[in-house]
């Protein structure tokens, strides 16, 4: 079912084909979309089923509401904003016991590969990479995750006044760190 | 024998559809063939158990469905593409063929979709799973109702005219399925084109008027035309039917035109020459 | 697009989820603008995974969702597939049920203009569920009987949960047209058991005759018999106490009859079934 010659049509053509009904436009959209997705969700939960669940959750969305994309921007952000919110919503329903989220607090390595990294990637990387655990969660939920601030609040389970403040504090650090 | 018709009689009112019709069919395609209104479909009702003969007996599966139960287990066998295979017109493809698997009381959900999608996949439907019925040609409807017959791999297939409406590139698509389905099980189906009959079946029943003209192989058939079939310069009066071929040359059947020459029949002829009548409605392409 | 790419090492340690944030964050944000980036990740996903997705996300694509009425009998604990068949009954789609409650709002303002029609109304009551039998089986309406009839499915089993899931939608449109009406309430009541009973007297023909046919017997006899007497102004003939209580007689006897025959009568859905 996936292995197939390669589709040369473009994502935005894609949708456009699924909302007609069109399965082979929908499997291809799959193979293209699926695996970011699943290692970017994969980076916010440590739970993997839960994670397979809320990717399935995401294309069925992607399937019937393929009408629903304004044409703006990346199809993949748009993929993205119904995978993160789908995950949020999961995550509201009850957190699994054991399920942890990760990735915020990232995987510590040395402080020499740390500064490697931040000089090959940039400096908001590095200085993203300097912010504590807790406020790095709160800036890659709001600013790259695309989540408002209640969303941020479920995902990362703690109040959405605590998602504001943490902001607050993120963004004098950075400004501080970027001068 | 799968199928084990004697004297059957069906009538409707003042007309008698079915007249004392005997039929047997095993593994294998066998086909009915005959005009509009010769029985056909009123046979493959029965064969299908949608309705009873007034008189005569019949034996599906070895079975004798008059009895309510027998009749139960024949049907869990059966698969059944009828004439004017209707659709809920708002349902989608897989909603229609789950439907039809929900008749076929195949109850877990899970089991029940895998076999839909089997059915869809096999009549080449997959790609348009979700569509609304509504919105295919009539080919595609076609599949549609073949891909319901095939639900939960039936040992007897009856299908009704399964090529009408189809354009030449759907019906050799259909012919493909059809054969295929064939092997190992039993399918009987009616046609009035000749060419599907002589492609597919193993056994034809040539039907007229509600009576069995004919039945055996369909070389049988043809050879029956044997030294009837000639190709001369002009039109036989005499003939049974006659008609110019592309390269000029009239084609007679029946009587010889002064000069004409004998000429290899086909299944075709045969069912002219048996059919017995020149006005009569025979499709060919 | 973007001209730079993530090299294949930062891409594997992002994959596997090894890579320090700031890495992570570099790379989300170029991955929705990357096409090929973001093709190199699927290399490192299990292909298993993606595989087994798909047919998850497939199988929901495909399954019908289900509608308001079949996830409200799901609530009531009804199996999906008898759901699915009670949401495909003819009758259910909208023109019918809109025609039965058109013919019974008409009847409620006939019925206050003329006192007499208001006990027409009572006789013209059962008509609209028994209509609904009758078109939950009508050729024209079903368009895959000819499919039913030769598939296994108890046809009994399949004219009840018809006949229940048209009783249970006309049922309601006729008590609120009665309770529009003047007068005592008894009256929007009194055609209820008469109901009951003309459907299950029509249920036992069918083992005799098509529901259809049954149901045009049942209600022409309805009919005859009560037009005189209510047009008389003798109501108590066809929904008196005594009649209430024979017609709950032959609803429970009809349903016992039913019952106890299931395995041994052929409901005659079809013509010549």
């Not at chain 1, 209640?150 to 959405?160: F, S």
């Not at chain 2, 698969?79 to 789950?98: I, S």
């Not at chain 2, 002064?258 to 060919?284: F, K, N, R, S, W």
Request: with cysteine.
């Amino acid at each position: 079912m996936l292995t197939r010659s390669p589709d040369r049509r473009e994502d935005a053509q894609l949708l456009a084909a699924i909302v007609d009904g069109d399965r082979e436009a929908f499997a291809e959209l799959y193979r293209r979309h699926l695996p970011w997705l699943l290692v970017r969700l994969g980076r916010r939960c440590s739970s993997p089923e839960l994670v397979d669940e809320v990717v399935q959750d995401t294309f069925v969305v992607v399937w019937r509401s393929a009408g629903r994309w304004d044409g703006r921007g990346e199809v993949a952000a748009w993929i993205w904003g119904i995978g993160i919110r789908r995950l949020v919503d999961a995550l509201r329903r009850g957190r699994p016991p054991g399920v942890e989220l990760t990735g915020f607090a990232g995987v510590e390595r040395s402080a020499e590969e740390h500064v490697l990294l931040a000089v090959q990637y940039g400096d908001v990387g590095a200085a993203l990479a300097s912010l504590s655990p807790e406020l790095r969660a709160v800036v890659q939920a709001t600013v790259l995750d695309g989540l408002t601030t209640r969303e941020a609040a479920r995902l990362l389970g703690i109040p959405p006044g605590t998602v504001k403040t943490r902001m607050m504090r993120a963004r004098a650090l950075l400004r501080e760190r970027l001068a | 024998m799968t199928v084990r018709v004697r004297g059957a009689t069906k009538s409707f009112g003042r007309t008698t559809a079915l007249d004392s019709v005997d039929l047997d069919a095993g593994q294998g395609v066998t086909g009915l063939l005959g005009p509009n209104g010769a029985g056909k479909t009123t046979l493959l009702r029965i064969i299908a158990t949608v309705l009873a003969p007034d008189r005569g007996t019949v034996r599906l599966l070895g079975r004798d469905p008059s009895r309510p139960d027998d009749r139960t287990r024949i049907r869990e066998r059966l698969g059944y593409l009828p004439q004017d295979a209707g659709f809920h017109r708002g349902f989608t493809v897989f909603e229609f063929v789950d439907y039809v698997a929900i008749l076929k009381q195949m109850t877990d959900r899970r089991a029940r979709h895998d076999e839909v999608r089997r059915v869809i996949g096999l009549t080449g439907l997959a790609s348009v799973s979700a569509k609304r019925i509504r919105a295919l040609s009539g080919g595609m409807r076609r599949r549609v109702g073949l891909a319901q017959a095939l639900l939960g791999d039936p040992e007897l297939l009856v299908l009704d005219e399964p090529t009408v409406g189809l354009d030449p590139e759907q019906r050799l698509r259909f012919r493909e399925m059809i054969s295929h389905a064939g092997e190992g099980r039993t399918v009987v189906l009616s046609s009035h084109q000749t060419e599907d009959i002589a492609a597919l079946c193993t056994r034809i029943a040539v039907f007229h008027q509600g009576r069995v003209r004919f039945t055996g192989t369909p070389n049988e058939l043809t050879a029956q035309a044997a030294g009837r079939v000639w190709a001369g310069t002009q039109r036989s009066a005499a003939a049974l039917a006659a008609w110019r071929t592309g390269d000029g040359v009239y084609r007679n059947v029946g009587d010889p035109p002064a000069g004409a020459e004998l000429i290899p029949p086909t299944l075709e002829d045969a069912y002219l020459l048996l059919m017995g009548e020149p006005d009569l409605e025979v499709t060919h392409s | 697009m973007t001209v730079w790419h993530l090299d294949p090492e930062a891409i594997r340690r992002y994959a596997q989820g090894i890579a320090p944030p700031g890495l992570a964050a570099s790379a989300e944000a170029h991955l929705m603008k990357c096409v090929t980036c973001r093709d190199a990740i699927a290399s490192h996903v299990d292909t298993r995974r993606v595989e087994a997705i798909w047919h998850e996300v497939v199988d929901r694509v495909d399954a019908p969702r289900p509608s308001w009425p079949e996830r409200m009998l799901a609530r009531l604990g009804v199996g999906e597939a008898t759901a699915r068949l009670v949401a495909a009954t003819p009758t259910l789609r909208g023109p019918w049920l809109l025609g039965i409650a058109g013919v019974l709002a008409l009847s409620v303002w006939a019925a206050q203009v003329d006192e007499r029609l208001l006990r027409m109304l009572l006789v013209a009551a059962p008509l609209g569920p028994l209509a609904g039998v009758a078109f939950a089986f009508a050729g024209g309406l079903d368009p895959t009987r000819e499919i039913g009839l030769a598939a296994p499915y108890s046809g009994l089993r399949l004219l009840l949960i018809r006949t229940a899931a048209v009783l249970a939608v006309t049922v309601p449109i006729v008590a609120a047209a009665g309770l529009a009406l003047p007068g005592s309430h008894w009256l929007a009541a009194a055609w209820l058991l008469p109901t009951a009973g003309l459907t299950c007297a029509a249920l036992v023909l069918t083992a005799r005759m098509t529901p259809v046919v049954a149901v045009g017997v049942v209600a022409t006899a309805w009919v005859l018999v009560t037009t005189p007497t209510a047009m008389a102004g003798h109501l108590d003939v066809a929904f008196g106490v005594g009649a209430q209580i024979f017609w709950l007689a032959v609803a429970v006897g009809g349903g016992l009859w039913l019952a106890v025959t299931r395995n041994t009568v052929t409901i005659k859905l079809g013509r010549s079934g």
